[in-house]
């Protein structure tokens, strides 16, 4: 079956929350069980406000989410420094895993980055037994960087996570006048 890739609206909180809260998915996560669609509402009203820049996409296949996944710039006032950096955010239901899901949503975000903010690096954490999510970031050029040693509490245990990243692989450059062009200065 087709899925099709759009951005999210607050009225997508109800099939956030059911993802978020799928006992397979958020132990993948940094988000904890027990979600619900009031606090989606709320976060996805505030996410996509027209004053955002974080894109915020979801997939969607016979009028049912099965996926979501979010480029969060993370340039604040204070950190100007680091306007050419996003975090990258994904999560698909087992149902739908192995099916083109979070391809295609990794496709959608790269593309935007790359094509439209020109971002210059894309990072993200991912628990390192994570394994098809760690296949999927390398199919999209993203590195290792790091281990992280007891990054977060999963399960009542600490777990360790890859710090991974992707540099843009052709970053934008200013296209030259074509020969003969007259300097109008």
């Known amino acids: 079956m087709t899925f099709t890739i759009r951005r999210a609206v607050p009225d997508d909180a ?5 993802i978020m809260s799928d006992p397979a998915v958020y132990p993948g996560l940094m ?13 996805l ?9 974080d894109l915020i996409l979801v997939a969607e296949r016979g009028g049912t989410l099965v996926g979501n996944a979010g480029l969060h710039p993370i340039a604040l006032p204070q950190h100007v420094r680091r306007r050419h950096v996003a975090m990258l955010g994904i999560a698909v239901l087992p149902e739908a895993q192995g099916q083109g899901v979070g391809t295609a949503l990794m496709q959608a975000l790269c593309d935007y980055a790359d094509r439209w903010l020109g971002l210059l690096r894309i990072e993200l954490t991912v628990y390192v037994d994570n394994a098809p999510a760690i296949a999927l970031y390398r199919k999209f050029r993203f590195e290792m960087e790091g281990r992280f040693r ?12 890859f710090s ?6 052709d970053p934008p450059t200013l296209a030259p006048l074509p020969p003969g062009t007259p300097d109008p200065f």
């Open 31 to 43: 988000q904890l069980p027990y979600n619900n669609a009031h606090s989606w509402r709320e976060r």
């Open 164 to 169: 991974m990243a992707r540099i843009h692989p």
């Open 45 to 53: 009203t505030e996410i996509t406000a027209p004053s955002k820049v």
């Open 14 to 18: 109800e099939g956030y929350a059911r």
């Open 150 to 161: 007891g990054y977060a509490m999963r399960d009542g245990r600490l777990v360790d996570a």
